[in-house]
């Protein structure tokens, strides 16, 4: 079975242009989650969705980042503007309900210049 | 708030025992996580464990529980170079927001 799949692997962007990036949860799986990772604050988590519906923002840093899941099969994390100080790995993962076993996808690598 | 605490390094011989130590702070923790994370990769889960259980065992790896001290540990047998990584704790309610330690770097030497 495939996994968590997360596009783009790499993106490199300048500082004001606006990032997606992309997440494809484990077919079946009805939680999904958004994580980053820095090495000054370790792995955070920014969001989560249940049956695409967002349940818990609270992590998001700032109205500059926005999520989205339009549908059980898809979800977007948006930064828009970028700042360099939102480089990092962000990791989306995903869990099915009633299962203790959260999947990560391979994560997206931001570098904003 | 929650807090997951680990020790950041640990360097074994390889056939030695690894034992990767972490001390979480939410007393309602339902779940608690081991994953492994090689350079560049994402996160793997290695094992989990039920709050209600003392230990769990798959095959090298051996997860200890001790709920009244808030203390995880993992142990790999036989430890092997290819063990050599990064290992994340982590606590999570049953709703479902994973705290994640800051990991502990599995140095494996041969």
């Known amino acids: 079975d495939a996994g968590v799949i997360q596009s783009p692997r790499h993106e490199v962007t300048e500082m004001g242009q606006e990032v997606t990036l992309r997440c494809k949860p484990i077919?079946?799986?009805?939680?999904l989650f958004w994580y980053r990772q820095t090495m000054m604050r370790g792995l955070e988590l920014l969001i989560y969705?249940?049956?695409?519906?967002?349940?818990?923002d609270s992590g998001m840093p700032e109205d500059r980042f926005s999520a989205k899941m339009p549908n059980a099969s898809f979800s977007t994390l948006k930064i828009q503007p970028s700042e360099p100080r939102d480089s990092a790995v962000y990791f989306c993962a995903s869990r099915l309900q009633g299962s203790g076993e959260l999947f990560f996808g391979e994560g997206s690598r931001l570098t904003v210049l | 708030g929650e807090d997951v605490e680990q020790s950041l390094f640990l360097s074994v011989r390889e056939g030695d025992s690894s034992v990767i130590n972490c001390t979480y702070t939410?007393?309602?923790?339902?779940?608690l996580y081991w994953y492994k994370q090689e350079p560049g990769a994402g996160l793997q889960l290695l094992t989990y464990i039920f709050s209600n259980m003392d230990m769990k065992q798959d095959q090298r790896l051996t997860v200890l529980l001790n709920k009244k001290d808030k203390h995880l540990s993992l142990r790999i047998a036989d430890t092997q170079t290819g063990d050599s990584a990064i290992y994340f704790c982590?606590?999570?309610?049953?709703?479902?927001?994973?705290?994640f330690g800051t990991g502990t770097l599995l140095a494996v030497q041969p």
């Open positions: 969705f249940n049956n695409n519906v967002p349940i818990d």
């Open positions: 939410d007393s309602s923790s339902t779940y």
């Open positions: 077919s079946g799986h009805d939680y």
């Open positions: 982590a606590s999570a309610r049953a709703t479902n927001k994973l705290i």
